[in-house]
């Protein structure tokens, strides 16, 4: 994340029966979790669609099928202190390999080497504010 930009970025729901597809985040700043759809940066040239199935795929390995276009949020927040202005492009889909659908929690990994772990979460847990969701509108578009 750098300051002072405005990043276009894409992310996936995943559903499966009454559950999302997240990531589990932790603000150092905050000291609080927080849950975001797995996806990441649109680099130049590419389509938001492309970007996904691309993000999928070097993240945690899957090809993903029946790309649906949910909507836009545009993203304005603060992350272990510094300031943030994303783009959101959100998407629906569904992994062509359903033993993803299968794994209670699976890590994936960033371009970078980091690790992050991936886990189904009710969407009922987000819309009473026991969890957090990011970006912070996104409840809306579901």
């Not at 150092?28 to 970007?51: C, L, M």
């Not at 993903?64 to 603060?78: C, M, Q, R």
């Not at 569904?94 to 690790?115: L, R, S």
Request: aromatic share 12%; with cysteine; charged share 25%.
């Amino acid at each position: 994340m750098q300051e002072g930009q405005i990043r276009a970025i894409v992310i996936c729901v995943f559903n499966k029966n009454d559950t999302i597809l997240v990531c589990e985040g932790f603000d150092e700043v905050k000291q609080e979790y927080y849950y975001r759809p797995i996806g990441g940066g649109i680099e130049f040239g590419e389509t938001s669609k492309e970007a996904l199935i691309r993000e999928v795929q070097e993240e945690i390995n899957a090809k993903i099928e029946h790309v649906k276009y949910l909507g836009t949020i545009e993203n304005i927040f603060s992350y272990n202190g510094m300031h943030g202005h994303e783009m959101v492009t959100v998407y629906d889909a569904m992994f062509v390999d359903e033993t993803f659908y299968e794994k209670p929690v699976f890590f994936g990994q960033e371009d970078n080497g980091e690790t992050f772990k991936l886990l189904w979460k009710p969407i009922s847990d987000f819309g009473t504010g026991r969890l957090r969701l990011v970006p912070e509108n996104l409840l809306r578009l579901l």
